[in-house]
């Protein structure tokens, strides 16, 4: 079961707009609709903010976008805020023998 | 409101044996999939392992394969691992997390706050 691969951090300016990658294989990302992102604040749970690629959670800001191209999805965060900053976590289903990997997390400065 | 409450971690010496626990409330229990996620000091998610609604499908990370076992009791809304073979690499903040659907998905929507199990002589 190899993880799967986003960039470690990520920053931007108030106002801007980022995107955190995560690349996968044909296996999960590429073969499955079952791809969510997760937000953690520091000594917190996470939270699901996109599920299914690019579905919203009710209440998740729509300022969060979830996409998919091939074996990589992508999260999007328009109009960066201060309360942006936290970790994020990809997340795939991988099949019933591997079943479920994650990403190594990102973490999100906002400058 | 979805409610997951972990318990049962605690200071263990390596190759010892835990049994964390989750009780559930806020949902209907046995209408989705249940997993456990673990979090090391410090570091990114793992997945540990999950359950379906039945108990019919189970699945587990390959770091617990043959060490863990995880299991439900929906008479109870508990969910439940039994950890044996402990290692020092198994200290984690673990969480319960339940699944949006049925089956195992993947789709975490509601996470517990987590119980902290430390392996250590």
């Known amino acids: 079961q190899s993880a799967l691969t986003q960039p470690a951090s990520v920053s931007g300016s108030p106002g801007q707009s980022i995107i955190i990658s995560c690349t996968g294989s044909s296996s999960d990302i590429g073969n499955y609709n079952l791809v969510s992102w997760y937000q953690q604040y520091p000594d917190k749970a996470p939270e699901l903010i996109i599920y299914e690629v690019n579905k919203r959670p009710s209440g998740v800001s729509d300022r969060f976008s979830g996409s998919r191209s091939g074996n990589t999805a992508s999260l999007t965060i328009s109009w960066l805020q201060a309360e942006d900053e936290a970790d994020y976590y990809c997340?795939?289903?991988?099949?019933?023998?591997?079943?479920?990997?994650f990403g190594g997390g990102t973490k999100v400065t906002v400058l | 409101e979805v409610q997951l409450v972990e318990s049962g971690g605690g200071l263990v010496q390596p190759g010892r044996s835990l049994r964390l626990s989750c009780v559930a409330s806020?949902?209907?229990?046995?209408?989705?999939?249940m997993h456990w996620v673990r979090q090391a000091p410090g570091k990114g998610l793992e997945w540990v392992s999950g359950?379906?609604?039945?108990?019919?499908?189970?699945a587990y990370g390959d770091s617990v394969k043959g060490r863990f076992t995880i299991s439900r009791d929906n008479a109870k809304n508990s969910l439940y691992l039994e950890m044996t073979r402990l290692r020092t690499d198994d200290t984690a903040l673990y969480y319960c997390a339940k699944d949006r659907r049925i089956a195992v998905s993947g789709l975490f929507d509601s996470w517990g706050q987590g119980t902290l199990v430390t392996v250590s002589s």
């Open positions: 997340c795939a289903y991988a099949g019933s023998s591997t079943s479920v990997l």
């Open positions: 806020g949902f209907t229990f046995d209408d989705y999939a």
């Open positions: 359950i379906n609604w039945s108990s019919g499908t189970i």
